[in-house]
């Protein structure tokens, strides 16, 4: 199977989790828009579910798809999203390549089962030195937040598009901050956030339930 | 003197700190009002400054004066704000009462001094139990974010304005969290701002370099 094939499969198998009467998280970027067009062919055939979209892009995906959206509410049954990393053993995610860490955490924080799906190019032993973490950080003051990620031991690199800062729907710029050192994932991410001016990290640690990995040949299904 | 003077007084003397070539951190609030009064005679008398202001309405009483403001750059000579409440022992501080105490929180941090300044009934000699901590927190969930509010051990009421939540500078809200039982601020802090959905905190820890308190009869200055 193509990435995005193994994409496809690991959405509708996730889709498939989903029952009547759910309150349903829409994660964002490519392979959770998959989801979101599984979804919307089940909903086609009669499942009756309302959804919490994760950003701006995916609300408007899933209005496009008839999907019905509601404001945040929760606890939320299940989200369905991606991820740029996947770890194994616990299943640890990096999140936030495509922008929307901020809401993607808060719908998974408060989402009693958080399905990640991912193509088997984002499945990986361990989550180790050379990995960059998007962190969401305030616009104003940029500069020192920056500079105490440095002191905090990540090379932070703010995201551009073109000449510009990259916005998020909150109206915050995004750092990519590349670990060179082995590191714990959860005290990495309680030091990254603790730093006045950051608002969040694109580390979930303990968040993701399950996940659902498509291979070449097969899907794939971790439980924590 | 009223309290109104002793707020002025204290503005007075943190404005005499400041000399010609300093960048110059603007608080929010009345007693940061009277400090840019004082700052703005100073100006008008021949002192060279630029200023950064720590919130919308503090951009407009600075501009209004005739104070030099721009973009934020670091890091910055002094920081005048005031408070809530100070510990006389450690100087750490509550702020937020105003609403804007997540650009204070930046500039405070990227200030190589920070004067407090205040009223004698902002001085206490221990920040205990029946406190209120407000916490800026993301619009979108906030529901989930009080539930892990009060999980954390606080109890938190969301701040209203009239019938809607009030608004901060950057679009978010703020849970005001009152503490029952004694803590220990530092970790207070990291527990409440590691919570996603928490973007910052209105405990200031080891930010304030200096005191200074407008009492019935006299200016205390307090170093930390």
Tied chains: 1, 2.
Excluded at 80 to 94: H, W
Excluded at 164 to 191: E, H, K
């Amino acid at each position: 199977m193509t990435t995005d094939d193994q994409k496809r499969v690991a959405a509708e198998y996730a889709a498939s989790l989903v029952e009547s009467g759910m309150l349903v998280g829409l994660g964002s970027g490519s392979t959770a828009a998959f989801a979101i067009t599984a979804l919307a062919a089940r909903v086609e055939a009669g499942l009756e579910i309302t959804c919490i979209p994760t950003s701006e892009r995916t609300a408007a995906l899933a209005l496009s798809h008839g999907l019905p959206l509601v404001d945040f509410t929760y606890p939320i049954d299940i989200d369905i999203d991606g991820a740029d990393l996947i770890e194994r053993r616990t299943l640890t995610l990096v999140k936030g390549l495509g922008g929307a860490l901020f809401r993607e955490k808060i719908v998974a924080a408060a989402s009693r089962r958080m399905v990640v799906i991912a193509d088997r190019s984002k499945l990986v032993e361990r989550l180790g030195p050379g990995i960059a973490i998007p962190v969401e950080i305030a616009a104003f003051g940029q500069e020192t937040v920056l500079a105490r990620l440095t002191q905090a031991g990540v090379r932070p690199v703010l995201r551009r598009n073109g000449g510009t800062p990259f916005v998020t729907d909150g109206g915050n710029f995004i750092a990519d901050c590349t670990v060179a050192t082995p590191f714990d994932a959860p005290s990495l991410d309680a030091r990254l956030k603790a730093i006045t001016g950051v608002i969040e990290t694109g580390l979930f640690v303990g968040l993701a339930s399950e996940a659902v990995i498509g291979h070449e040949d097969r899907v794939e299904v971790i439980q924590r």
